[in-house]
């Protein structure tokens, strides 16, 4: 089963507007990533939050985890064309090495 | 440096064949991931190596499936025979600490 679940499947959003994408995850963790995919790549590795952080920040890009409700945010901001793609997040699934990813949010940006 | 390295880019094969799918990680990188990527699976992680030892493979789908690390930069990933439900998008990740760098992938086709 997905560690991992983002909410939404699919967002559209003009450009300038700010997105933001959840996941929900199941067992204890000691990380959580968010990775960006775009069309026919490979994910890249966005951030990492650690279960003892709360908030962190990365250029546009913050990340929420709250550990009593084992759900993370993602929020872009002034989101751009080039933001468009699918976003996952990631889980060390019972403290594992390996990381599960969730089923993704297909972000589309509009101009 | 290159990033995570794939070939080929694309296969195309037919039912039976056997189809063997090579990897060269991040130099430096201890850790490699197999992933396979589908529409209506999501994203699965297939087997991950540390020190070029097999640590999970668990989501090996079946005995036609095998991977190799016999050094740390290189991998390769077989299937033999193939079937058309093997067609999919296969990664390959590799990391040093907690995020991973996938390669461009490797788009497998089976008729």
Known sequence: S???EEDPQALSIQEGENATMNCSYKTSINNLQWYRQNSGRGLVHLILIRSNEREKHSGRLRVTLDTSKKSSSLLITASRAADTASYFCATDENYGQNFVFGPGTRLSVLP | DAGVIQSPRHEVTE???EVTLRCKPISGHDYLFW???TMMRGLELLIYFNNN???D????PEDRFSAKMPNASFSTLKIQPSEPRDSAVYFCASS???AQYFGPGTRLLVL
């Open chain 2, 96 to 98: 040093r600490g907690r």
């Open chain 2, 15 to 17: 039912m039976g064949q």
């Open chain 1, 2 to 4: 997905q560690q991992g």
């Open chain 2, 35 to 37: 992933y396979r990527q």
């Open chain 2, 53 to 55: 030892v097999p640590i």
């Open chain 2, 57 to 60: 493979d668990s989501g090996m």
